[in-house]
């Protein structure tokens, strides 16, 4: 078996045709696959020329598409490795990289489907209304394609370690405080209490860590800092504050 | 509604971890998605360091893989544009780029789901062998990822004008002699007379075509000629001819 010469084209150039507008604003937290989180929206910005409304025409008849994009987190120095280690594996067992949906590969480009909710036009210009999403804001997007059942559902599919969805479910209870400015929030950013359920039911602690308790845990979510705690095998949210910028994040 | 100023980090750089092997040698008579010719197949062949054996370790557990292609037949000069044609309206009726699967697109990246029927392992390299491809001999494969169906599989998808797969099925019947040559090819080729009926059944030819008579009709697959004639609304395989290159093909 001879491997075939490396070829002369060496590199394939690409470029953004738009970036995401996400409520996940740091990594730690954004659910590991699209669809795991319904309520995780974002609104996808094209770039000038590839936001004009006729390249969009005949896409509200579709209510999926897959996005193309581009891992642009990755750190720069950490180069491509032949296995790595899945998060859904309790982050200590290695896999070869092209058995996993990984985001440190040789191209670093990330497939997810997420639900088309409204595709909006104004002054001949488009964007989308998204839901579902697994993606940071500022998300470099390469490709917008409809997602196409009689295609892309493939129903005789096995689905190798990863074949169910993740399985843990914590209650989610919020003290009063915390309830009260959910309900202030919500007027902003409806579904936050179903996103916020979503997110934290499957505990975003590595799965190593899941089932310890723990004191502070949090995340930057939209414009504000979601803070809970683990006790007892559930999740009680403690505080939704304004995000202020600390020094070094 | 402000687009989003461009991107000042303009070109982002892919390189081919592979190339595909396939059946089809030329672009006429290619199914038009991935699945729909089950015995279309294909070898996916690794540019080193990429064919590394862990690498692929674990994919085996999966019965479908993700490729990311590139567009490769794409004539040069042929810049994107915002509407295309898609065949499966006819080949008259414009539709959004991105509300298609068309190959000209801004980046011309394709996304096909695949059968995975082996990974083969070799002096520590691999390769794939795969079924029910879309996919022209040659094609440059960016990357390969699992399928996973929890979250692959949208149940509540809806699908737009191509919700469903092509209707067209017309009787496929053989010549003797094409019968004679299709034995002898069949032991090189398993699956070869199921894998002509699927492409011929759906009539290859433009949607505005179909349904009228012809008396020649040919593409290459593997390294032999395929010919056909449509008559009274069935197809007729009459050849199956060695391949010879002619001039200016």
Redesign the interface.
Known sequence: ?K?????T???????????VRSCFKQKFGIPR????ASEARATL????????A??????D????I?L?F?FHHNPPARPWK??VRPPRLGGNT????????SPF???P?G?S?VELTAV?R??G?V?LQLKGVDLLDGT?V????????????????????????PTTSLPVEFTPAAQARLRQLEQHHPGLEILIRQLLASDPRPAYRQGEDSSHQGMRLYDFDLRWQVCDGRILVTELADYRPQKGR
Chains 1, 2 share one sequence.
């Open positions: 078996m491997p075939p010469a490396p070829p084209d060496d590199a394939l150039s690409c470029r953004p045709i738009g970036v696959q699209s669809g795991l910005e094209f770039h000038p020329p590839f936001d004009r006729e390249a969009f025409e005949g896409l008849a579709f209510s999926h897959w193309l581009w032949p296995t290695r896999r070869g990289v092209f058995a996993t949906r590969r040789p191209n480009i497939l489907v909006e104004r002054d210009r964007r470099p390469l490709d917008v394609k409809p997602y196409l059942p009689y295609v892309d559902r493939v129903e005789q599919a096995r689905g190798g370690f990863a074949s169910a969805p």
